[in-house]
């Protein structure tokens, strides 16, 4: 099974809720429930320490707000990256939330999630 085979409309039905969620552990700082849908790789590539240390003091992390836009969906290999403008609570301005989907053991996982 390969996500790129997807229509748009079908990837963005399952990100946006995984991007919700995302955004709710992060901004209540819920580090385990944050990486739950994660890749293996993914997981294991994740630097705690510095996770962490986002989660403890990064104002932008920790007020993430739900008013986010979908911009587009860009399609490589056997992943997916869904783009969205995110907004912060706290910070004025806008920031590229990117999150990139594919399958692991038939299961659609996170295989990288950033905001720039």
Not at 5 to 26: G, N, Q, S
Not at 45 to 74: C, K, P, T, W
Not at 78 to 100: C, D, F, I, K, P
């Amino acid at each position: 099974m390969n996500i790129i085979e997807k229509t748009d409309e079908e990837i963005v039905e399952l990100a946006a809720p995984l991007w919700a969620e995302l955004l709710r552990h992060y901004n209540q700082g819920e580090y385990g429930e944050f990486v739950k849908n994660f890749s293996s790789s993914f997981a294991l590539a994740m630097n705690q320490i510095e996770a962490g240390h986002q989660f403890a003091n990064s104002e932008l992390a920790r007020n993430l707000s739900e008013d986010v836009d979908y911009l587009g969906i860009i399609r490589r290999g056997e992943h997916v990256t869904v783009l969205y403008r995110q907004r912060s609570t706290a910070r004025e301005g806008e920031w590229l939330g990117r999150l990139v989907l594919g399958y692991e053991d038939e299961e659609i996982r996170i295989f990288g999630a950033t905001i720039f």
